[in-house]
């Protein structure tokens, strides 16, 4: 994945100006910043829910900065949106039957349930009857189930209680140890970011003011960015 | 006053236009209810189904075997079907793909089409209505008693109920319903895991459109057949989907057989047009109570 001055937005305002990223196979970015600083922005336009004004998408060496988020999805893109974005009125077997519309198998890998097991009980449940930790395991298992070779992951322990959140972060440190998906990590805890990122990246107003191999990131300076 | 074969049979007649009613509404039940869009042209799909009918009917006359005869009925229904859901197909990818942001103006793009069909019916068929015998199996009725249940009426009957679970069987059972639900729901949700929404939308109005061919074909054992049978059957349609609750399939069932049981029973105690208003004042009255219908759904938000 190669991103190269991407400047994107709502309307005439642009949120996000000239970012550049690369990420690499089994390579997971760690991206934090404070809020409204244009991190979902970001992930968004990599998915393709809004086009960039300028700048470029490369995923595989090909060109994908017009692409539909479908396509991106077919190519391997996995996405957790903030918010988790569950459909409400599908049970959760159903919403992970979705999640695999992006791959190729047509049956879900029984290790999603060995990761979420709460996910097989609750199977006949209606997304929308879950708490919202269990949304957040139901979002993260629909974007697994199709094997992304690229996951994308918005603050995915945000709002959520303590014991899930340490679930959940077990989870994303199996996927990059076993796997080899690239990830994008938007998330605000730095020690969380330490134990799984290869790259942490800053953004501020919208543009990259802070990037490092995640063995060279000086606590300081990233506090630095995040205060308010 | 009212005697038992009376209310029976007022009832049968009230379930009866419930029945042709639902009919009508299932496909606007999916491209308004679920689409959120505002077809004129439904009426003119209804009238295609009609003159499918028609068509296939004279086909038969004219070269296959007279004991052969009734078995045009059964062929027109599914030809019906796939030819209105052809012609919904291309209105969508031609005309309504562009104006899911533009309600109002696909309000008056899809009555443009409606015309157009209208005057293509016109000048193929001739502006005078046309008939179609109804085959010899749906000719007489069902005698109980002194009770006189006409078999084309319990076809209808018969044919709104297996539409409907075919629909639901579809929208909960099968894989490509559940993508249209979950597109329904949540759309950019869908389309970010890989569901092509285009290809959604294109199948789920070709869906609903093939089910007006489904009803126009029904209605030619009601009545005579002409250019402008589906705006008379129009606002019913549109009356059952907004009284059953934009978004809900169930809805549209109560809806449909509420409403055609009221009208009857208005009908049987006043007169046809006093019945008519009546039926209104509830209808305008239930709306006043619960402006989103009888089942509360949320609807796919256009975007």
């Known amino acids: ?228 | 006053m009212f005697g038992l074969n009376e209310i029976i049979i007022t009832l049968f007649n009230g379930i009866s236009l419930g029945s042709i009613l639902l009919l009508i509404a299932l496909g606007l039940a999916i491209t308004f209810g679920l689409m959120n869009v505002i077809n004129m042209a439904h009426g003119e799909l209804i009238m295609v189904g009609a003159y499918i009918t028609y068509v296939i009917q004279n086909l038969f006359v004219n070269y296959a075997p007279p004991e052969y005869f009734d078995l045009y009925f059964i062929i027109s229904i599914p030809v019906a079907l796939i030819v209105a859901a052809g012609i919904g197909m291309l209105l969508e990818v031609s005309l309504i793909r562009h104006l899911y942001k533009r309600p109002l103006d696909s309000l008056l793009a899809t009555w443009g089409i409606g015309l157009i069909l209208q005057q293509t019916a016109r000048s193929i068929f001739g502006a005078p209505n046309v008939g179609v015998t109804s085959p010899s199996f749906l000719t007489g009725g069902l005698e109980v008693g002194t009770l006189f249940l006409p078999y084309s009426r319990l076809f209808i009957l018969g044919l709104s109920i297996v539409c409907l679970f075919s629909i639901f069987y579809y929208f909960y059972r099968t894989a490509s319903g559940r993508r249209i639900r979950a597109v329904m729901q949540n759309r950019q949700m869908a389309e970010c895991l890989g569901v092509s929404t285009r290809k959604v939308d294109m199948l789920t109005f070709a869906i609903g459109s093939g089910f007006a061919g489904v009803a126009g074909c029904a209605l030619t054992l009601l009545g005579a057949i002409g250019p402008t049978i589906g705006t008379s059957y129009i606002i019913d349609a549109f009356m059952v989907v907004v009284v059953g609750g934009v978004g809900a399939l169930f809805g549209a069932v109560t809806g449909a057989f509420g409403i055609g049981i009221l009208n009857t029973v208005f009908e049987y105690v006043t007169n046809a047009t006093l019945g008519k208003v009546l039926i209104f004042v509830v209808i305008i009255a239930f709306l006043q109570w619960r402006p989103s219908g009888l089942v509360m759904s949320r609807s796919r938000s256009l975007d």
Request: aromatic share 8%; proline share 4%; charged share 25%.
């Open chain 1, 1 to 228: 994945m190669s991103i190269k001055g991407l400047e994107a937005g709502y309307e005439e305002s642009m949120v996000i100006r000239e970012i550049d990223m690369e990420v690499e196979e089994n390579q997971v970015i760690c991206v934090m910043g404070r809020n409204g600083v244009g991190k979902t922005t970001l992930l968004k336009t990599i998915i393709g829910i809004l086009h960039p004004k300028e700048g470029s998408i490369h995923y595989q060496s090909e060109d994908i900065t017009k692409a539909r988020s479908s396509s991106r999805a077919q190519k391997g893109m996995g996405y957790v949106p903030q918010g988790r974005e569950i459909f409400p009125k599908l049970t959760v077997y159903e919403n992970l039957l979705i999640g695999l519309e992006a791959g190729k198998q047509k049956k879900i890998d029984e290790k999603i349930y060995d990761y979420f097991p709460i996910l097989k009980d609750f199977a006949k449940r209606n997304g929308g009857d879950l708490s919202g930790g269990q949304q957040q395991q139901l979002a993260i298992a629909r974007a697994l189930v199709a094997h992304p070779s690229f996951l994308l992951l918005d603050e995915p322990t945000e709002g959520i209680q303590p014991n899930i959140v340490q679930e959940i972060q077990d989870v994303i440190i199996d996927i990059k140890n076993t796997s080899a998906t690239s990830m994008i990590l938007v998330e605000q805890n730095l020690d969380f970011v330490k134990s799984v990122a290869d790259y942490l990246y800053v953004i501020d107003h919208g543009s990259v003011v802070y990037k490092n191999p995640i063995d060279q990131v000086e606590d300081d300076e990233v506090y630095r960015y995040l205060s308010v």
